[in-house]
C-alpha cells in the first residue's frame, strides 16, 4: 500500500503539462489555466507557505554562487538556474494543486455557465 502511494507521488511529480492531467483532458488551454488559478486559490495558507519555501530553497543557493561569478560564466549559470527553476516549478505546483482539481472544475463550470 505505501509502495503504491509513493509511486503514484513520483507519477504526479513529473507531470510537466496540464493536458497531462486526465481531470483536464477534456479542457482548452485557457480554460485549464483558469481551472489552475481557480484551484490554486484553495491552497490552504500552510500549503502555500510550503510551496513559498521550496521555491526559496530552489533559488537562494544557486543565486549565492552566481554572486560571486562574473561575465559570461554569470550569464550562463543565470539562463541555467532559471531554466532549472521553470522545469521543477511547474510539476511541484501541479502536484499542490491536484487535489483541489475537482472542486475547482466544479466551481469552473458553474461560472461557465452564468
Known sequence: MLLLFIKQQVQMA???????????????????Q???????SKLT?????VLNILKLIML???????AQLEGIFFVVS???????????????????????LVNAIKQFNNLSKV
Open 34 to 40: 483558469q481551472i489552475l488559478t481557480l484551484a490554486a
Open 78 to 100: 543565470l539562463f541555467s538556474v532559471l531554466v532549472v527553476y521553470f522545469i521543477l516549478l511547474r510539476p511541484i505546483s501541479l502536484l499542490f494543486t491536484r487535489k483541489y
Open 60 to 66: 537562494v543557493p544557486p543565486f549565492l554562487f552566481m
Open 14 to 32: 513529473f507531470i510537466f503539462s496540464t493536458n497531462k492531467l486526465s481531470e483536464l483532458e477534456s479542457f482548452t488551454l485557457q480554460q485549464r
Open 45 to 49: 495558507a500552510p500549503e502555500k507557505f
